[in-house]
């Protein structure tokens, strides 16, 4: 007798090896090429709160203001895809219930328009296609991808520098889990403004060319730890005026000890991080280590069935027919 494999034991065997083979692709390949920035993003955060605004009819600083702002994020995909990178362009304004709601977002009471341009994989800073401002730092709207337990040089729009925010553990919103990042921002001259000079207590001068100073009394920040993805911010911005060289405030612009995400972004953050991060982890671990178990145990049953083989009768062996008359 002689041993002969089967089809199916070929079969096995075959898929087995290729569910070995593609499960490390899976995790070194085709992961990290998931992990990109979105070309096509359409999102708005909205942070609420208190504060001190400057109100401009009043001509004096006003307490108790019910204090909005509002980020929108649009991808422009044309001129993503034609560089490769992430453009995207957002919008910030910062209102109070008197000019809420606005019809134009330039009768709010600040009004920030930009354009951020990163690197899809890494989320580093591109300086292309028509990018404002020139921007710096690890992270802006979002931190890289596979979050670490390290200090990020976070982007600040109003200082116009980076800040670095530090690793301060883990915090739920929402149910969700993510990594708790802080940081503030001391008192920095930031630009100057021309205003009456009676706003900066000097009325003896119709206009003063004031300093404008910013800091921020916390800033934090709760990030998905895959994605990267901000699930929570919290911000404290102080800005005043200074009369030239003066050390001491003159006027309060906006001073707020804390505007955050309301429930609602919250929810919607942490919906989309569970979807985003639930892909990669499929992706990345569940498929792969799947393929490998799946891989290994076909590649095992179909090793046995060749070894073991079928038994047919082997013809050199078999004795002459007999002659027959």
Same mark, same amino acid.
């Given at each position: 007798?002689?041993?002969?494999?089967?089809?199916?034991?070929?079969?096995?065997?075959? &898929?087995?090896?290729? +569910?070995?083979?593609?499960?490390?692709?899976?995790?070194?390949?085709?992961?990290?090429? @998931?992990?990109?920035?979105?070309?096509?993003?359409?999102?708005?955060?909205?942070?609420?709160?208190?504060?001190?605004?400057?109100?401009?009819?009043?001509?004096?600083?006003?307490?108790? *203001?019910?204090?909005?702002?509002?980020?929108?994020?649009?991808?422009?995909?044309?001129?993503?895809?034609? $560089?490769?990178?992430?453009?995207?362009?957002?919008?910030?304004?910062?209102?109070? !219930?008197?000019?809420?709601?606005?019809?134009?977002?330039?009768?709010?009471?600040?009004?920030?328009?930009?354009?951020?341009?990163?690197?899809?994989?890494?989320?580093?800073?591109?300086?292309?296609?028509?990018?404002?401002?020139?921007?710096? /730092? !690890?992270?802006?709207?979002?931190?890289?991808?596979?979050?670490?337990?390290? $200090?990020?040089?976070?982007?600040?729009?109003?200082?116009?520098?980076?800040?670095?925010?530090?690793?301060?553990?883990?915090?739920?919103?929402?149910?969700?889990?993510?990594?708790?990042?802080?940081?503030?921002?001391?008192?920095?001259?930031?630009?100057?403004? +021309?205003?009456?000079?009676?706003?900066?207590?000097?009325?003896?001068?119709?206009?003063?060319?004031?300093?404008?100073?910013?800091?921020?009394?916390?800033?934090? &920040?709760?990030?998905?730890?895959?994605?990267?993805?901000?699930?929570?911010?919290?911000?404290?911005?102080?800005?005043?005026?200074?009369?030239? /060289?003066? #050390?001491?405030? @003159?006027?309060?612009?906006?001073? $707020?000890?804390?505007?955050?995400?309301?429930? @609602?972004?919250? #929810? !919607?953050?942490?919906? *989309?991080?569970?979807?985003?991060?639930?892909?990669?982890?499929?992706?990345?671990?569940?498929?792969?280590?799947?393929?490998?178990?799946?891989?290994?145990? +076909?590649?095992?049953?179909?090793?046995?069935?060749?070894?073991?083989?079928?038994?047919?009768?082997?013809?050199?062996?078999?004795?002459?027919?007999?002659?027959?008359?």
């Amino acid at each position: 007798m002689r041993r002969t494999a089967s089809p199916v034991s070929l079969i096995l065997l075959g &898929l087995g090896t290729f +569910l070995l083979v593609l499960a490390p692709l899976l995790a070194w390949y085709v992961q990290p090429r @998931a992990a990109v920035n979105p070309v096509d993003i359409d999102t708005t955060a909205i942070y609420t709160g208190t504060g001190s605004v400057f109100d401009v009819d009043k001509v004096k600083t006003v307490p108790d *203001q019910h204090i909005t702002v509002t980020q929108q994020v649009r991808g422009d995909v044309a001129d993503s895809e034609k $560089s490769g990178k992430a453009v995207w362009d957002v919008t910030t304004t910062v209102d109070t !219930d008197k000019s809420l709601p606005a019809a134009d977002p330039h009768d709010a009471l600040e009004f920030m328009p930009g354009r951020w341009v990163t690197d899809r994989r890494t989320n580093e800073p591109v300086h292309c296609c028509r990018e404002k401002p020139y921007f710096e /730092g !690890d992270a802006y709207l979002k931190f890289p991808f596979d979050v670490q337990k390290r $200090s990020y040089r976070w982007w600040d729009n109003s200082l116009g520098a980076t800040v670095t925010l530090h690793y301060k553990g883990t915090k739920k919103v929402q149910g969700y889990q993510g990594y708790r990042f802080t940081g503030t921002v001391p008192a920095t001259r930031t630009g100057t403004r +021309l205003v009456p000079g009676a706003i900066v207590d000097e009325p003896e001068r119709s206009q003063v060319l004031a300093e404008e100073w910013y800091a921020n009394h916390l800033i934090e &920040l709760v990030v998905d730890q895959r994605t990267g993805r901000v699930i929570y911010a919290q911000v404290g911005p102080r800005k005043t005026l200074r009369a030239p /060289g003066s #050390k001491k405030d @003159a006027a309060v612009l906006l001073d $707020s000890e804390k505007l955050g995400f309301t429930t @609602a972004t919250q #929810k !919607d953050q942490v919906k *989309q991080a569970k979807k985003e991060s639930g892909q990669l982890r499929m992706v990345g671990q569940t498929l792969p280590i799947g393929a490998a178990v799946a891989g290994f145990v +076909l590649v095992a049953v179909g090793g046995v069935l060749v070894v073991r083989g079928r038994r047919r009768p082997d013809t050199s062996e078999m004795p002459p027919p007999p002659l027959t008359m």
